[in-house]
């Protein structure tokens, strides 16, 4: 195709049967989510840890 994504049908995959696949989204969600994953595991224990270590400063 002109963008560059290939022909696509109905649905891709299932899984457990109610999460339907369709890799165009999922190109686009796949950031997205490694991006939460990176502020849920990285960012936010880093906050919480600079609070709790200012509470021992004198």
């Not at 963008?3 to 950031?31: S, W």
């Not at 490694?34 to 004198?58: C, M, Q």
Request: charged content about 20%; proline content about 5%; aromatic content about 16%.
């Amino acid at each position: 195709m002109e963008d560059g994504d290939f022909p696509q049908q109905e649905i891709t995959g299932a899984v457990m049967k109610n999460c339907m696949l369709h890799y165009a989204a999922y190109r686009n969600i796949f950031p997205l989510w490694g991006l939460a994953e990176y502020r849920k595991n990285v960012l936010v224990p880093l906050k919480t840890t600079k609070y709790i270590l200012s509470d021992y400063v004198y």
